[in-house]
């Protein structure tokens, strides 16, 4: 029920977007996510973006596992 | 796929999963209240992988799961509406009610639509005016905005043949209301990632502060989920319990503005009936009188006789976290996916559903 999906926006117009997910393209409304971008990453929720997904943070999340893998090795 | 496999990396889990047999040398007792993240953790069986001293207890966090059979009669009712059709998210259709379901309606020929989004439900209703379409709304607040912005749609359209049944709940206060029950020792919450970028973490700081527990607010990926099992287990350790956001990449501490905005436009909150733990005050979503005319259940006569519900069935307990699927006498003997008895089988996000298909 919560599940949401990240998918890249490949064109706005007004308060549709076409998003593409693992190759697959689909309409969906950015009515909730109105400051969304061209090629911005969104979680595509029941036909909305509901969150644009911050790429800066998905980032640090990916190093904090490295790190704990370095430490490990130590 | 981007954001996603990342996530999954096997060799990633290891160190986590080394430190948190590390640092849990008392049993910590944690309780999950998101479908998804139950349904995630069955999956990739993360039970396992983490030591014996830490219980991962499910809770109420299957929206489809805690419809009450009241609720699911009433949509049931709506179905035989002459020159109605339901539109529903499809993990509805099959939950039993007290005598039937949607699925057996559509079997007898009623109109019963699954649809992924409500926008879609919408576009019936605009290709086909002389049909009544009701779209049947469950969902706790990742989905309650997506259905306000469709209500708002349908107003902007004049649409006059389209109406939504609210059956939408809140979680925080829920929370609450189980603590109340007093039933369960918690050491912390994994919290739910979708319904908290909607709400942000704000919401969930009564849980540290009041009540001394731990709160990691986690994506659904097994190393998001690991690591917020870390996490939690540090905050317990340290006896500093707070809210913290694993799902940085999701979740603003804000949550979404502009989907808060939409939601409380379109919807007010409502005294609502959850199944397992009755009527919590505030915790539903029920249209505005603005929006009167949209409501099913002001625009319908609907009125059921008492509801039933199924002699053995647990889900109630099941949703408290009192009892595991296997707990429950009829899980997999009688109640099945094929044969499902209640709803904690029915939806993919169960926890029943998830014991069964990946075992425990």
């Given at each position: ?16 977007a ?53 430490l490990?090795?130590? | ?23 849990a040398?008392?049993?910590v ?34 929206p ?24 529903t ?68 359209r ?37 319904v ?19 709160c ?116 997999a ?28």
């Open positions: 029920m919560c599940v949401a999906i990240p998918a890249r926006i490949k064109s706005i117009e007004g308060l549709t076409d998003v593409e997910v693992g190759g697959v393209s689909r309409k969906i409304s950015v009515q909730l996510t109105p400051e969304v971008h061209k090629d911005d990453y969104v979680l595509v929720h029941a036909g909305f973006a509901i969150q644009v997904v911050d790429e800066q943070e998905a980032r640090e999340t990916l190093k904090l596992f490295e790190e704990l893998g370095a490990e090795t130590e | 796929m981007k954001f996603i496999d990342e996530y999954r990396d096997g060799e990633k889990a290891r160190p986590i999963i080394e430190e948190i047999h590390r640092l040398d008392r049993p007792r944690l309780m999950e209240v998101c479908g998804t993240h139950t349904a995630s953790i069955a999956r990739y069986a993360l039970r396992k992988a983490l030591p014996e001293t830490i219980e991962l207890i499910s809770g109420p966090g299957c489809v799961c805690v419809t009450s059979n009241r609720d699911l009669d009433k949509a049931i009712s709506l179905a035989r509406i002459p020159g109605a059709a339901v539109a998210f499809g993990d509805m259709v099959r939950v039993p009610g007290s005598d039937s379901s949607l699925a057996l309606e559509r079997a007898s020929g009623r109109d019963v639509r699954v649809v992924y989004s409500p926008l879609d439900g919408l576009k019936i209703a605009e290709e086909k005016p002389h049909l009544k379409v009701i779209f049947l709304g469950v969902g706790f607040e990742t989905t309650a905005p997506t259905v306000a912005a469709t209500a708002l749609e349908a107003r902007n004049g649409l006059k043949n389209f109406f939504i049944f609210s059956a939408h709940k809140t979680v925080p206060k829920a929370l609450k209301a189980l603590l109340d029950l007093g039933e369960i020792k918690l050491d912390g919450f994994l919290l739910p990632g979708h908290s970028t909607i709400i942000g973490s704000r919401p969930y700081e009564f849980l540290a502060e009041q009540h001394g527990l731990a990691v607010i986690s994506g659904f990926e097994p190393l998001d989920i690991l690591q917020s099992v870390l996490m939690l287990v540090r905050q317990a350790k340290s006896r500093r319990p707070r809210v913290e956001i694993q799902y940085k990449r999701g979740v603003k501490p804000e949550g979404n503005p502009k989907a808060l905005e939409v939601m409380d436009q379109a919807f007010e909150p409502a005294d609502v009936e959850w199944r397992g733990l009755g009527w919590i005050p505030g915790t539903g979503l029920t249209l505005r009188e603005e929006f009167g005319d949209l409501d099913a259940s002001r625009a319908f006569d609907i009125r059921v006789p008492l509801a039933k519900e199924t002699n053995g069935c647990r889900c109630g307990d099941v949703l408290r976290g009192l009892i595991r699927p296997e707990g429950c006498g009829l899980f003997r009688v109640c099945t996916p094929e044969n499902p008895l209640g709803p904690c089988m029915v939806s993919f996000e169960g926890s029943c559903a998830a014991a069964y298909k990946y075992g425990s």
